[in-house]
């Protein structure tokens, strides 16, 4: 019960249920105002792409394995970015850090000692794993 805080009362609920019903089964607006109506779906617009010319998510790259993407990911989870750009002692050390797997640090010490490395990628490249 509402105890009188309705102040339409029941005569005029179903007098406004009539109203709404019109209104929701109307093919057209029954407002004035601009403002109210839904915006057009858009369906004369192109078509648009999910991805901005890479590859779809979650498919693998033009020469990469999945093991190399899953290896890739970790690195790059492990590492973050600010250690980049990096040597491979440099690489090591924060994975050991980061508290990494050992095969990934593992990995990490077999990475040639005098180049740097700007991301995982390269990381993985160098690695002989992808590319």
């Known amino acids: 019960m509402d105890h009188g805080t309705n102040k339409t009362g029941p005569a005029r ?18 407002r004035a105002e601009e403002d109210h109506e839904l915006e057009p779906s858009g369906e004369d617009q192109p078509a ?14 033009d020469g990469l394995t999945p093991e190399a993407v899953a290896i890739r990911t970790e690195l790059a989870q492990h590492l973050g970015r600010s250690v980049y750009p990096a040597d491979r002692d440099t690489i090591v050390g924060t994975l050991r850090q980061n508290h990494a797997p050992d095969r990934l640090v593992e990995l990490a010490e077999r990475l040639p000692g ?8 390269r990381i993985v490249e160098s690695l002989g794993l992808g590319r």
């Open 13 to 30: 609920d179903d007098m406004m249920k009539k109203q709404l019903q019109g209104e929701l089964k109307a093919d057209r607006a029954l």
């Open 48 to 61: 648009v792409d999910r991805t901005a010319g890479g590859p779809a998510p979650g498919s693998t790259p």
């Open 114 to 121: 005098d180049e740097r490395y700007e991301n995982a990628q």
